[in-house]
Nanobody, 123 residues
């Protein structure tokens, strides 16, 4: 069974950095798409970043390009490094996975989700 467990959220001042972690278990091959999404109060789920589980084919939302980096380590942990944080980055951040041929920006294509972790950026 695929399981995603997130950590690393918190409160940070504008211009600061955070690194979110997503511990992944249950993936049987590299042909999984992985994604980071976020949801602010009163708004829908928004695409942030995506990659294949092997670390390739990385894509970013225009709003975070140049500031955020999606990656993974040699173990089963995916990361979202967030630099130059802005108040508009405040949201609950989710990691997601599903067996897809290519990375996807659509939350509807992901069947497995983490519990979410709160990121709050103060001005």
């Amino acid at each position: 069974q695929v399981e995603l467990v997130e950590s690393g959220g918190g409160l940070v001042q504008a211009g600061g950095s955070l690194r979110l972690s997503c511990a992944v278990s249950g993936l049987t091959s590299s042909t999984y798409a992985m994604g980071w999404f976020r949801q602010a109060p009163g708004k829908g789920r928004e695409f942030v970043a995506t990659m294949m589980w092997n670390g390739g084919s990385q894509y970013y939302a225009d709003s975070v390009k140049g500031r955020f980096t999606i990656s993974r380590n040699a173990k089963n942990t995916m990361y979202l490094q967030m630099n130059g944080l802005k108040p508009e980055d405040t949201a609950v951040y989710y990691c997601a996975a599903d067996r897809l041929r290519s990375p996807s920006t659509s939350p509807d294509e992901y069947g497995y989700w983490g519990q979410g972790t709160q990121v709050t950026v103060s001005s």
